[in-house]
């Protein structure tokens, strides 16, 4: 399995962006168990934005993102998603996603996705 994250780019303060992260390699039977975003801005550490477990359709968010951005995806799907409004030029960072899928051939494992760039210009 492999995640591929794209939707970054540069957007000015105020502007929204949708970050998209698309497992491909899961066969055709599979199940999305959770997905997390996490960022990563230069010189800091790594830190967990948004997470969703699909089978309680429960969400967590980090306080600095609550209200603006929205995590969401699907236990069939395999296209999870990251809607970012109202960005601050505190959010620029890479962004990862993360999921925990299950499949026939390997059952649940996390996986991560490569990182998209999210610049916010004040």
């Known amino acids: 399995v492999q995640l591929q994250a794209s939707g970054g780019g540069l957007v000015q303060a105020g502007g929204s962006l949708r970050l998209s992260c698309v497992a491909s390699?899961?066969?055709?039977?599979?199940?999305?168990?959770?997905v997390t975003w996490y960022r990563q801005a230069a010189g800091e550490q790594r830190e967990l934005v948004a997470t969703?477990?699909?089978?309680?359709?429960?969400?967590n968010y980090a306080d600095s993102v609550k209200g603006r951005f929205t995590i969401s995806g699907y236990a069939a799907g395999n296209t999870m998603y990251l809607q970012m409004n109202s960005l601050e030029p505190e959010d620029t960072a890479v962004y990862y996603c993360?999921?925990?899928?299950?499949?026939?051939?390997?059952?649940?494992?996390?996986?991560w996705g490569q990182g998209t760039l999210v610049t916010v210009s004040s």
């Open positions: 993360n999921a925990n899928i299950y499949t026939q051939g390997r059952g649940s494992e996390s996986y």
């Open positions: 390699g899961t066969g055709s039977f599979f199940r999305v168990n959770t």
């Open positions: 969703l477990i699909i089978a309680r359709d429960k969400t």
